[in-house]
C-alpha cells in the first residue's frame, strides 16, 4: 500500500521556469491537499480539492495553479517560478466525512528555485 | 478565523527525561486538535487527535495530550522520551463549524524536539 505517493523528490528551476508537481494516493480518498512547508512557518495550505472536479484556494494561492485529475491524481504547477516559491512540498489525502479524519502525507518534494 | 501559536520552537531534552511541549489554540467555535510529527526528509503523520469526550488523549509512541477549553490548550507529554522520538512536532486545529468538503486544517510553526544521550 504505497499510500500518497508525490514526485519529484527533488527539483531544481531557474526563475521563470514552469514545472508541475506530481500526486497520486490509492486510499480511495475524497479530498487532496497542496501545502507548502518552510522553515519556521509551519505548513500553509496551497490549494485543495474537496472532491473530484472541484478545487478551492487555501491560504497561499498566487503563483499556483492545480488540476484534479481524476480521484487519484491531484497535480500543482508553477507557471513562472520565482526564488520565494523555494520550498518543500506536501500533498495529502483524506477520506471525506463530517468526522476530521487524519490527513496522510506524502513524502514530499524539495523545489530550489535559484 | 483559527490560529494555533506553538510556544517553543526548540526543545531540547535528556534521554529518559519527560518531556512537554506546549500548543494554543484561538478559535470562534469548537474546534478539533491534532498532534502531527515529521521525522527528518519525510511527510507528517497523526500522533494523536481530540474530537469530542475524554480531555485525555492517548496517542502512538507513548504520547499523550490533554485539552484544556478553559486555556485554549493541547499540551503534548511524553513521560519518558527516547534517541528515536527526535523529530518536528506540529500542533494542528479545525474548527467544527467546517463542512465536510471544506475541512481544513490550521498548524502551528512546529516544535523541534531533540533527544540528548
Known amino acids: 500500500n504505497a499510500g500518497v505517493t508525490q514526485t519529484p523528490k527533488f527539483q531544481v528551476l531557474k526563475t521563470g521556469q514552469s514545472m508541475t508537481l506530481q500526486c497520486a494516493q490509492d486510499m480511495n480518498h475524497n479530498s487532496m491537499y497542496w501545502y507548502r512547508q518552510d522553515p519556521g512557518m509551519g505548513l500553509r495550505l496551497i490549494y485543495y480539492s474537496a472532491s473530484e472536479g472541484t478545487t478551492d484556494k487555501g491560504e497561499v494561492p498566487n503563483g499556483y495553479n492545480v488540476s484534479r485529475l481524476n480521484k487519484r491524481e491531484f497535480s500543482l504547477r508553477l507557471e513562472s517560478a520565482a526564488p520565494s516559491q523555494t520550498s518543500v512540498y506536501f500533498c495529502?489525502?483524506?477520506?471525506?466525512?463530517?468526522?476530521?479524519?487524519?490527513?496522510?502525507f506524502g513524502n514530499g518534494t524539495r523545489l530550489t528555485v535559484t | 478565523a483559527q490560529s494555533v501559536t506553538q510556544l517553543d520552537s526548540q526543545v531540547p531534552v535528556f534521554e529518559e527525561a519527560p518531556v512537554e511541549l506546549r500548543c494554543n489554540y484561538s478559535s470562534s467555535v469548537s474546534v478539533y486538535l491534532f498532534w502531527y510529527v515529521q521525522y527528518p526528509n519525510q511527510g507528517l503523520q497523526l500522533l494523536l487527535k481530540y474530537l469530542s469526550g475524554s480531555t485525555l488523549v492517548k496517542g502512538i509512541n507513548g504520547f499523550e495530550a490533554e485539552f484544556n477549553k478553559s486555556q485554549t490548550s493541547f499540551h503534548l507529554r511524553k513521560p519518558s522520551v527516547h534517541i528515536s522520538d527526535t523529530a518536528e512536532y506540529f500542533c494542528?486545529?479545525?474548527?467544527?463549524?467546517?463542512?465536510?468538503?471544506?475541512?481544513?486544517?490550521?498548524f502551528g510553526k512546529g516544535t523541534k524536539l531533540s533527544v540528548i544521550p
Open positions: 495529502a489525502s483524506r477520506s471525506q466525512g463530517y468526522r476530521p479524519e487524519a490527513l496522510h
Open positions: 494542528a486545529v479545525s474548527d467544527q463549524a467546517s463542512g465536510a468538503g471544506s475541512y481544513q486544517l490550521t
